[in-house]
């Protein structure tokens, strides 16, 4: 199998388990999400936003060459001093009620209790095409989730502030470069020797993003 058509199967997977899909942010997108779920969700969430320049950092000691790079540059984007992405995440939460402390204390669901623990394993212990395949099939996703809860969270939530709205804009834009850059690398890759554990892991990563959602979606208010 070409890089290009491992691209294009991984890229049918995320079609098939696109979280826009998921009936969460169909919810958002409509208005009828409650603000108590919101509020929970920013809380969960944001285990994922802290979690994620860790699993870049994983990745990172276990790569060299272009990928080390791409892998960095993305980890230095992350963690920009000027708009570091977890706290920017503080910030949307805060516009929904949210507060630091809330943040700091809530206990992740066992649904993103897990999503952290598959996305650790498979970029501390998989091989590298593994790794960069679970990061695409997160970030391919990402420019039209922001687009999408920025209109949502302006219409029905009244976030309207800048402030709010920055992690989503940041994101609509970073993440346009990311996923190129995770596609690019895996088209031109010769390292993807296993195919079929490539498009397996990306299954597992897939699912878990979903179940994400499932587990804020079905907990009690």
């Known amino acids: 199998m070409t890089g290009r ?6 890229d049918s997977a995320i079609e098939r ?22 509020q929970l969700y920013a809380a969960q969430y944001y285990w994922h936003v802290e979690a994620f320049p860790v ?17 960095l ?12 992405h977890a ?12 507060n630091e402390e809330s943040l700091w204390f809530s ?14 394993k498979i970029c501390r212990e998989h091989p590298a095409a593994e790794a960069v395949a679970a990061l695409y099939a997160y970030e391919a996703q990402v420019p039209e989730i922001a687009t ?10 009244g976030v309207t502030s800048k402030k709010g709205l920055a992690y ?33 892991t990306t299954e597992t990563a897939l699912l878990a993003l979903w179940g994400a959602l499932d587990a804020v979606e079905e907990a009690a208010e």
């Open 55 to 71: 699993h870049l950092k994983d990745l990172s000691g276990r790569t060299t060459g272009r990928l080390h790079d791409v892998v």
């Open 17 to 38: 388990r696109h979280l826009l899909k998921h009936r969460f942010y169909h919810k958002w997108l409509a208005g009828t999400l409650s603000r108590p779920k919101l």
């Open 87 to 98: 706290k920017l995440w503080r910030d949307f939460a805060a516009s929904v009620g949210v």
């Open 73 to 84: 540059e993305n980890l230095a984007e992350e963690e920009d001093p000027a708009t570091p």
């Open 148 to 157: 999408s809860k920025i209109e949502g969270l302006r219409r029905h939530y």
């Open 168 to 200: 989503f804009a940041v994101h609509e834009e970073a993440d346009r470069l990311h996923r190129a850059a995770w596609r690019d690398w895996l088209k031109e890759s010769t390292a993807v020797v296993e195919p079929d554990r490539v498009l397996a």
């Open 107 to 120: 206990a992740p669901l066992p649904g993103v209790e897990t999503l952290l623990r598959i996305y650790r």
């Open 5 to 10: 058509e491992l691209v294009s199967q991984i």
